[in-house]
């Protein structure tokens, strides 16, 4: 079975505070790709990252860090000096290389972060 | 490079209506995907296609939905007889290639059903 657990349903923190949202996921697949998307208040979904099974390397971009930990099948995801634009609801995905089906983006159900000014 | 589009951006439908939600695939992508968001809900996969072919369905309600990417055009998703409990987000995404090897899913902007 494959799943996504977002522990974290709603955040709130103020401007400049450093936030880590967790995603936690199962998967038996030895082959899988990792994504996060973000969600804003507009409704549209937009790529943030992908990671696959073999790269656990840490990447920053920006503000932005993703922390991926195969021994606790974890992919964690830090924004540094958070702002206002940055509220959304952040979505992990995992999707694997075979079984069921080949496109399917198995998601969490979300994060929901408030950054107040 | 214009992204994915959907339309419409906002669909309302009364009981017992059809709504057809419309997605064009970025341009050089020929795979596209459907997703559903229902309230309070995370996303969920219904139906993957490639150009005149399902490649996976699995999501797909067994009912009244229906999806289809013909050779030309954009891919449709069919719902018939709608009732209130298919008021949702709709996304669309679109890749490439199979995800599995290089490519992403890129999401359009959805399309917003109420069922009144």
């Known amino acids: 079975a494959q799943k996504v657990t977002q522990a974290q349903t709603e955040i709130s923190v103020v401007e400049k505070e450093d936030v880590t949202l967790d995603c936690v996921y199962e998967t038996r697949d030895t082959t899988y790709y990792l994504f996060w998307y973000k969600q804003p208040p507009s409704g549209e979904l937009v790529f943030l990252i992908r990671r696959n099974s073999f790269d656990e390397q840490n990447e920053i971009s920006g503000r932005y860090s993703w922390n991926f930990q195969k021994s606790t099948s974890s992919f964690n995801f830090t924004i540094t000096a958070s702002q206002v634009v940055d509220s959304a609801v952040y979505f992990c995905?995992?999707?694997?290389?075979?079984?069921?089906?080949?496109?399917?983006?198995?998601f969490g159900k979300g994060t929901k972060l408030s950054v107040k000014p | 490079n214009a992204g994915v589009m959907q339309n419409p951006r906002h669909l309302v439908r009364r009981r017992g209506q059809e709504a057809r939600l419309r997605c064009s695939p970025m341009k050089g992508h020929s795979h596209v995907y459907w997703y559903r968001q229902l309230p309070e809900e995370g996303l969920k996969f219904m139906v993957y296609l490639q150009k005149e072919n399902i490649i996976d369905e699995s999501g797909m309600p067994k009912e009244r939905f229906s999806a289809e990417f013909p050779k030309e055009g954009p891919s449709i998703l069919r719902i018939q007889q709608v009732v209130r409990g298919d008021s949702a987000a709709y996304f669309c995404?679109?890749?490439?290639?199979?995800?599995?090897?290089?490519?992403?899913?890129?999401f359009g902007p959805g399309t917003r059903l109420l069922v009144l």
């Open positions: 995905a995992l999707i694997s290389n075979y079984g069921g089906s080949q496109g399917n983006l198995i």
């Open positions: 995404a679109s890749s490439p290639a199979w995800t599995g090897r290089e490519e992403t899913q890129y």
